[in-house]
């Protein structure tokens, strides 16, 4: 495993919590389709929530953010994939779905995360 797989794999279990910590409950991890992969699959209340998660080690301050990596083509894969498990039917029933965006900045041993609601694929 590479440093930068490992390091989205920290993000992921360190996402995972965060979210349990703000009441939400994770219903699945890691759905691979022929579009792409899902990160995290949870529920908030009658919510169900497609997570995209981005996590990145920074060394200083003039390098990328998270969020660029959420690109217009990372977008409209998720779209893909997310529409995809929909239709399967597992998620079809649902009152309410959404989008959302979870990044991980590490600096040093600092771990910033910031949580975007209701993204716009």
């Known amino acids: 495993m590479t440093k930068k797989q490992e390091l989205g794999e920290k993000g992921e279990r360190e996402a995972q919590e965060y979210l349990k910590s703000k009441g939400y409950y994770i219903l699945a991890t890691n759905i691979s389709n022929k579009y792409g992969e899902i990160d995290i699959i949870a529920g908030i209340k009658?919510?169900?929530?497609?997570?995209?998660?981005?996590?990145?080690?920074?060394?200083?301050?003039?390098?990328?953010?998270?969020?660029?990596?959420?690109?217009?083509?990372?977008?409209?894969?998720?779209?893909?994939?997310?529409?995809?498990?929909?239709?399967?039917?597992?998620?079809?029933n649902s009152e309410d779905i959404r989008v959302d965006l979870i990044t991980l900045t590490y600096n040093?041993?600092?771990?910033?995360?910031?949580?975007?609601?209701?993204?716009?694929l």
Do not use: M
Not at 59 to 71: R, T
Not at 108 to 120: A, G, L, P, S
């Open 46 to 92: 009658k919510t169900i929530v497609f997570l995209e998660i981005k996590t990145i080690a920074k060394k200083n301050s003039h390098e990328y953010e998270a969020e660029d990596h959420f690109n217009y083509r990372k977008r409209r894969a998720l779209k893909k994939a997310i529409s995809f498990e929909i239709e399967k039917g597992d998620w079809k």
């Open 108 to 120: 040093n041993k600092n771990c910033i995360i910031k949580h975007y609601e209701n993204v716009e």
